[in-house]
């Protein structure tokens, strides 16, 4: 359950960042974003899968939230 | 010779690579690769930041010095107290050439060495009452200072000495804010986790000091320069184009910085990074909580510079916009003038670097513009997120090294042949003895400021000065030399 710090990037895409393991990657797709809820299984770039309880309202970015893996 | 191909170069690392025993051989092969500029992420050809092979020479620093040698040493109104034996302060004492201005001393203190000096009985019986006489010895001798920094050298973490506790206490007595930092030298793999922590200290010791403070009038072009150490005034040779296009800058991370500039960063309107590597974190931490965005800028060569000075316009209005091209302009007859004088004499010279954390990518372009060709190049502590920003700039085909050893970049130098090498002090005289002519690129060779228009009529002389230099026509004794007089590169015969 790493802490993931998500900002947009100078294209408007959202960047995945794990300090820890300097993992700095672009978000494909959310399983729910929407003006009300934000989070749910998250794709990203490099194929890897990830899962934040969706947020309601939607969080402000740049912030850092806590992410499970999906994968496992 | 001409640029080697891929597989040429896949060739070359498989040749180096073989000397060493099979777990070693499989170790070091993650580190070694062959850019390739259309991969959008690295991790996929090199790996980074990881424990150096034990055995292996490797050129990597410490903990604390990413912590005291570089993020916190250069902040000129604090005392940095290298807390524990007296010798990794000492030994590592202004050795950086941070510049600053002030009387050392008196109300600046960057290139003297403050030290514990820790005996056998303080590490028996913990180091704090130390710690506090010490804090109230500096206090007293030196009224002018700031605010002290506690950089831990490795016994502290060992012996578990509470060094947040006595700062806090003293911090409060003495009301100015005394910063624990657990930089121990053990910590990590290199000097890379002490810029992080360094950070982390400064995040939760520095930035949120004035935050109900309003006294500080800000103007809507405030910025502040983050992650420019002012080797050789570099980040004054930065600071003067930032201040002609219109802007204001704030504070300056680190070189020749203070302690108040620190405390109001939270208050300007963009964080430009130069060295991403040491000082990201920091500049993440200000976007999160005070929303204020960052950018990384480049400002070694005129071409990095005008994409840079563009870029940075880009936040604000167009008098900025319009000033920055004025700036650009002003500079061209300079820079043009400069790259017509030595291009000529460099034009086509390949090199190789190999240095910290930014300055592999970062001088790329400057390179280039003296029509250099970078044709290897590594870091000693970089991340993934590094090399990500690396394979861009660099050509296909061309070496990375990733904490390259001291064996593997002679066998790349011999093979490679270039005609510069870039690194510290601790690979030159080795490649100097080998004929091949080389630079310090993390001290600028004593030279400098690099950065800047001004830096980089310096950087174009020096480079000139270091290849053209006749010494390397002399590398041979004039009793070995052939009946024909043809002169052999040393470096060939190795």
Request: glycine share 10%; aromatic share 10%.
């Amino acid at each position: 359950m790493p802490n993931v710090m998500i900002r947009r990037n100078d294209g408007g895409d959202l960047l995945f960042y794990v300090a820890k393991k300097d993992m700095e990657e672009t978000i494909a797709s959310v399983e729910q974003d929407t003006t009300d809820t934000w989070g749910g299984e998250v794709l990203l770039t490099d194929g890897s899968r990830w899962y934040i309880d969706p947020i309601s309202p939607p969080p402000l970015f740049p912030t850092t939230l806590r992410f499970k893996r999906a994968d496992d | 010779m001409t640029a080697m191909t891929r597989e040429e170069t896949q060739a070359l690392i498989q040749e180096v690579l073989e000397v060493y025993p099979d777990k070693a051989k499989k170790d070091r092969a993650k580190h070694l690769a062959v850019n390739d500029p259309s991969l959008e992420q690295s991790k996929k050809c090199i790996t980074s930041n990881r424990k150096s092979l034990p055995g292996v020479m490797t050129v990597r620093g410490c903990a604390y010095a990413g912590s005291k040698g570089v993020v916190w040493g250069p902040i000129k109104d604090m005392v940095h107290i290298s807390h524990g034996p007296v010798g990794c302060g000492q030994y590592s004492r202004a050795g950086r050439r941070n510049y600053y201005v002030g009387h050392t001393g008196v109300n600046t203190f960057g290139t003297m060495n403050f030290t514990s000096d820790f005996q056998e009985k303080d590490i028996v019986f913990g180091g704090d009452k130390k710690l506090a006489k010490l804090i109230d010895e500096v206090n007293a001798l030196f009224p002018l200072v700031k605010g002290m920094s506690v950089q831990s050298e490795c016994p502290i973490g060992l012996i578990g000495d509470d060094i947040e506790a006595v700062s806090k206490k003293k911090g409060k007595e003495l009301e100015k804010p005394i910063v624990p930092v657990r930089c121990e030298g053990f910590r990590g793999v290199s000097q890379s986790l002490g810029h992080h922590i360094a950070n982390d200290a400064i995040r939760d010791w520095v930035i949120g000091n004035r935050d109900g403070d309003t006294s500080f009038a800000t103007t809507p072009y405030d910025v502040a320069v983050i992650g420019d150490y002012n080797i050789g005034g570099d980040a004054w040779a930065s600071r003067i184009l930032l201040e002609e296009m219109g802007l204001r800058v704030v504070a300056q991370w680190s070189g020749d910085g203070t302690l108040s500039e620190m405390e109001l960063t939270p208050k300007v309107k963009l964080n430009l990074i130069h060295c991403y590597r040491s000082m990201n974190y920091i500049s993440r931490f200000m976007e999160e909580k005070y929303g204020i965005p960052w950018m990384e800028y480049n400002f070694f060569g005129p071409t990095k510079i005008a994409e840079s000075l563009r870029k940075i316009a880009a936040f604000f209005d167009e008098t900025i916009q319009a000033n920055a091209e004025k700036v650009i302009a002003k500079y061209e007859a300079e820079y043009s003038a400069i790259i017509a004088k030595y291009r000529p004499r460099l034009e086509g010279k390949r090199v190789m670097l190999y240095v910290g954390g930014l300055r592999p990518r970062h001088v790329i372009g400057a390179y280039e513009d003296l029509g250099m060709e970078v044709v290897g190049t590594g870091y000693e502590f970089a991340h993934n997120d590094d090399y990500d920003r690396t394979m861009k700039e660099m050509g296909d085909s061309t070496l990375l090294y990733d904490d390259v050893t001291g064996y593997e970049f002679e066998e790349f130098v011999k093979k490679v042949k270039p005609d510069l090498i870039g690194s510290g002090i601790k690979e030159k005289y080795i490649f100097q003895k080998m004929g091949v002519p080389f630079r310090q690129m993390h001290s600028w060779d004593y030279s400098g400021p690099y950065h800047g228009y001004d830096g980089f009529a310096i950087f174009a002389r020096d480079m000139d000065m270091t290849i053209n230099n006749p010494c390397w026509k002399s590398m041979q004794a004039p009793w070995l030399k052939s009946a024909e007089g043809e002169v052999e590169k040393i470096a060939a015969n190795a």
